[in-house]
């Protein structure tokens, strides 16, 4: 992907950070994702008394997309953004649903406070995963 839409992806998921809905771990995190038709979707981590009812910035992002009527593997790219020190991974949850809406070669950028960015993608992130195509 053009660095110039990595950055704009990137500056989307730190942006929406604010609106992170995290009192119980104060752990706020932001996503972004890009359509393959170029429309753009964020989300944040949003917390519940029931911690277990918590739901992370990443699906929040490509739930909100699935809600407007995207199907799944129309998704181009997913931008990640916590105020760790090092690049903050997605939960295992978080990457099974990458698995079913994403292609694996799919890019994840994963970004870290002092800006530096990390590119991976869905396979890197779930090798030998279960997906579609083993039911
Ligand atoms: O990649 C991640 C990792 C964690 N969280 C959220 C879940 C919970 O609200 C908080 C602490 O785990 O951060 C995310 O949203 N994305
Ligand atoms: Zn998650």
């Known amino acids: 992907m053009k660095q110039e839409k990595i950055d704009n992806?990137?500056?989307?998921?730190?942006?929406?950070?604010?609106?992170?809905?995290?009192?119980?771990?104060?752990?706020?995190?932001?996503?972004?994702?890009?359509?393959?038709?170029?429309?753009?979707?964020?989300?944040?981590?949003?917390?519940n008394v029931s911690f277990g009812a918590t739901n992370c910035a990443e699906r929040s992002a490509i739930f909100t997309a699935i809600s407007q009527g995207y199907q799944p593997k129309t998704i181009k790219a997913i931008a990640v953004s916590g105020d760790t020190d090092d690049f903050l991974p997605p939960c295992s949850i978080c990457r099974q649903v990458m698995v079913e809406f994403c292609e694996p070669e799919t890019?994840?950028?994963?970004?870290?406070?002092?800006?530096?960015?990390?590119?991976?993608?869905?396979?890197?992130?779930?090798?030998?995963?279960?997906?579609?195509?083993?039911m």
């Open 9 to 47: 992806l990137v500056e989307e998921a730190i942006n929406i950070k604010p609106n992170s809905y995290s009192p119980y771990s104060n752990f706020r995190v932001g996503a972004a994702i890009e359509m393959n038709d170029g429309e753009l979707f964020t989300g944040v981590n949003i917390e």
């Open 107 to 134: 890019p994840v950028y994963l970004t870290r406070k002092d800006g530096k960015v990390l590119e991976t993608s869905v396979e890197g992130l779930v090798p030998f995963a279960f997906s579609t195509m083993d």
